[in-house]
């Protein structure tokens, strides 16, 4: 079974911290994704990433990074951990553009707090 | 940003019943338009998805109605269950990038 793997479930950050999120996916996906969710907002794209060592900024980048230095593993870091960045972070993974049914395949998501 | 916009927020419908979701997009040059389904401590799964060249799609009890003219989609969920008991989100896809676009999520409980 195909999987994106995220390290933390659950993760409680000092403000000020740097913090990261890891996610891993054992399917040779090309195109990776961060997206936070919040209650009423939805689902909320913060970086993505079509190949090694190649990002680009979502809709809501200010305060985070991102890191893929190799394929299967996509990192996001919070720079200095603020309270507003309490979240549930999601990382996902997809297949080529042109598969017929295109979709991601998400991780179970990791629930950050910020102290 | 592009946006699409979702209603409701939340839904509750008896068992049997029709649930239906609207969501309304801004851009006609999003050309894929997949809903996803996430149960509590789960990450989002692919349930349905149309493409703007046809109306209507079925899967099981999931229907999708879209409308190219008034840019809207819709999700009906058929004879709905208890374990249809999520939140749906609406999304599409811009035609030259892989990145989607989500909709605000409906918490639909249905009763037993």
């Known amino acids: 079974d195909v999987k994106v793997t995220q390290s933390s479930r659950y993760l409680v950050k000092r403000t000020g911290e740097k913090v990261f999120l890891e996610c891993v996916q054992d399917?040779?996906?090309?195109?990776m994704f961060w997206y936070r969710q919040d209650p009423g907002l939805g689902l909320r794209l913060i970086y993505f990433?079509?190949?090694?060592?190649?990002?680009e900024k979502g809709d809501i980048p200010e305060g985070y990074s991102v890191s893929r230095e190799k394929k299967e593993r996509f990192s996001l870091i919070l720079e200095s951990a603020s309270t507003n960045q309490t979240s549930m972070y999601l990382c996902a993974s997809s297949l080529p553009l042109d598969t017929i049914n295109y979709g991601y395949t998400f991780g179970s998501g990791t629930r950050l707090t910020v102290v | 940003q592009q946006q699409v916009k979702q209603s409701p927020q939340s839904l509750i419908v008896q068992k049997g019943g029709i649930p239906i979701i609207n969501c309304a997009y801004e851009?006609?040059?999003?050309?894929?338009f997949p809903w996803y389904q996430q149960f509590p401590g789960k990450g989002p799964a692919l349930l349905i998805a149309?493409?703007?060249?046809?109306s209507e799609k079925k899967e099981g009890r999931f229907t999708i109605s879209f409308n190219k003219s008034a840019k809207q989609f819709s999700l009906h969920i058929m004879d709905s269950q208890p374990g249809d008991s999520a939140t749906y989100f609406c999304?599409?896809?811009?035609?030259?990038?892989?990145?989607?676009?989500f909709g605000q999520g409906t918490t639909l409980q249905v009763k037993p």
């Open positions: 990433s079509y190949d090694v060592k190649m990002k």
């Open positions: 851009n006609t040059a999003f050309d894929y």
């Open positions: 999304s599409h896809r811009s035609g030259n990038t892989g990145k989607l676009i």
């Open positions: 399917m040779d996906h090309e195109n």
């Open positions: 149309i493409r703007p060249d046809v």
